[in-house]
């Protein structure tokens, strides 16, 4: 397992850009959001109807894709443990996901109070 912040971020950009490159990036991102929360979610309430979409969602990847998945969602608990913060925004960007998910550019407000605190700074 990496041993700090940015090793997590490149181990888990990586695994993701790894994972059925023959898919649409935003399809990826997608799927592997939805079935962590699923995971999640009937790991403390299992809901049979959940289950299923979980099983339709990963028949069709590999099964080494699959256990990626797990391995992501590893990465991004150890990358959100010593601040939670808002880890997978960065990632978005990086893969231009922004526009096929809103239609417009996703501007996270932490990075844009950061960004104009940096102009004040150097006007």
Known sequence: MPENN????????????????????????????????????????????????????????AKDEVNAFAELFADLVMMLDPEPCDVLVVCIWNWNLAIKMLGSFLLHPIYLSLWLSWFMVMI
């Open 6 to 61: 940015r090793d997590n971020k490149q181990s888990f950009i990586k695994k993701f850009n790894d994972i059925a490159r023959h898919r649409h990036r935003y399809d990826v991102f997608r799927d592997f959001i939805t079935i962590s929360a699923i995971s999640l979610h009937n790991a403390v309430n299992k809901v049979k109807s959940l289950e299923d979409e979980y099983m339709k969602i990963i028949k069709p990847y």
